[in-house]
Each structure stands twice: as C-alpha cells, then as structure tokens.
C-alpha cells in the first residue's frame, strides 16, 4: 500500500545551524508533497508544499527539494532558530479531487533548536 | 486560506458511551473531508475519507461500525465514537480542501481530544 518514510526520527541543531529531513514515497502516482509543523496538541500547519511538476521551492529559510525518479523529497531550513523547534511531518497524496486527496503521513521528526 | 473548525476541542467520556466529534468547513462547501487519528508521538493516521451524500471509505484497519461517519451537507461531516474504550483515547483531526482553490492544500480543523476513562 501506499507508504511514506520519514528520517531522522529526531534532530538536534544549534542555533543559526541548517537542518535536513528526507521522505521517500512509494506510490509513483504521487504528485503532491506537503510539509507541516506541529506543535503540542495543535493541528498541523502547512509550512511549504510542492507539486510534481517541480524539482526545487524556497520560501525565505524553508526549502523543499524533489527527486521523481527517486521518489524522495526533503525540506531544508536553514538559519534555524529556537521557534523552529517542533515536529515536522512530511506527506504525500495524488492531488485530485474526492478521495485521491487523501494524505499520506511520514512518521514526523522531532527538531530541537539549541540557543 | 479556508477555515475548518472542530467541536468539541476536548471531551471525557465512560467506557462503553458513544460520543459524536463534528467536523465543519466555514467559508467553503467540501464534497470530501478526512478523518485522522493520532496518538501521543506518533503521526497522524487516516482513519476514513468522507464522502457528502454517500459512504465513508475507510482505511484498512478501521472498524467502520465503531467509527461512524456521517456527511449529510457540504460543510458538516461526524465521526461518531461507538461504545468507546481507553484505546480509543486520542486526538482525533479532520482535513478537507477547498475545491475551489487552484492549490491541493488541505486545511486541518483543531483536533478534537478524546479521553476514555
């Protein structure tokens, strides 16, 4: 079935330090990857996303790199500040309507920014 | 962007009652919403997807006669906890997209924390 993998389970960075997590998908059908942040007992908030169609996007600090042939995407944020620290989950849906929208959750990492 | 909201945000029932979570779109109507579970440290799981007018399809796992799900409009869908233990305990999240938006976002509700004593 459809499965996402998520690495490293934690990260601890200081301050000013970048940090990666990698995701690998397995169904190529795949063509919607959004990244989220969670903070204790909240909903998940969209920090970054990318479609298929596109191999790399940045907004200010966060970036989203994406390797089709790999089937594998990572988000970097750099310059990481202590605010940052939370738990970052990646996914993975088809992006069409009803059903196919459906998201496919890694199992999430939990980044702590050092001061 | 849209907005999703969630009743109750928290609730505390006995073992063996049922208790009903609501999940509703504000300012766009959705044909489909999601149902996920998550349990403490760990990620969120789908537990169903909500089909307005028709069935839930749920995922492999997901005992369809306790989880009840019911979308009678386009901006309200229920899950309904049937005879609920302390292993249901847990945060239980709902997603939907604007299907008028040109971008595949989903917009989460609040969550809603259920605890079964």
């Known amino acids: 079935g459809e499965n996402v993998e998520q690495h490293p389970s934690t990260l601890s960075v200081q301050e000013g330090d970048s940090a990666v997590i990698k995701c690998t998908y397995s169904d190529s059908a795949s063509n919607y990857f959004p990244w989220y942040k969670q903070e204790l007992g909240k909903r998940p908030q969209l920090i970054i996303d990318?479609?298929?169609?596109?191999g790399e996007k940045k907004d200010q600090r966060i970036a989203v790199t994406l390797n089709k042939t790999a089937k594998h995407f990572s988000l970097h944020i750099t310059e990481t500040q202590p605010e940052d620290s939370a738990v970052y989950f990646c996914a993975a849906s088809k992006g069409f309507s009803g059903g196919y929208n459906k998201l496919i959750f890694g199992a999430g990492t939990r980044l702590a920014v050092h001061p | 962007g849209a907005v999703v909201s969630q009743h109750p945000s928290w609730v505390i029932c006995k073992s063996g009652t049922s208790v009903k979570i609501e999940c509703r779109s504000l300012d766009f109507q959705a044909t489909t919403m999601f149902w996920y579970r998550q349990f403490p440290k760990q990620s969120l799981m789908l537990m169903a997807t909500?089909?307005?007018?028709?069935?839930?399809?749920?995922e492999q796992g997901v005992e369809k006669d306790k989880f009840l799900i019911n979308h009678a409009s386009l901006t309200l869908s229920t899950l309904t906890v049937t005879s609920a233990h302390p292993e249901d305990s847990s945060f239980y999240i709902c997603?939907?997209?604007?299907?008028?938006?040109?971008?595949?976002?989903?917009?989460f509700g609040p969550g809603t924390r259920l605890t079964v004593t």
């Open positions: 997603s939907a997209r604007d299907p008028r938006a040109s971008s595949y976002e989903q917009y």
């Open positions: 990318i479609r298929s169609n596109v």
């Open positions: 909500s089909n307005e007018g028709s069935k839930a399809t749920y």
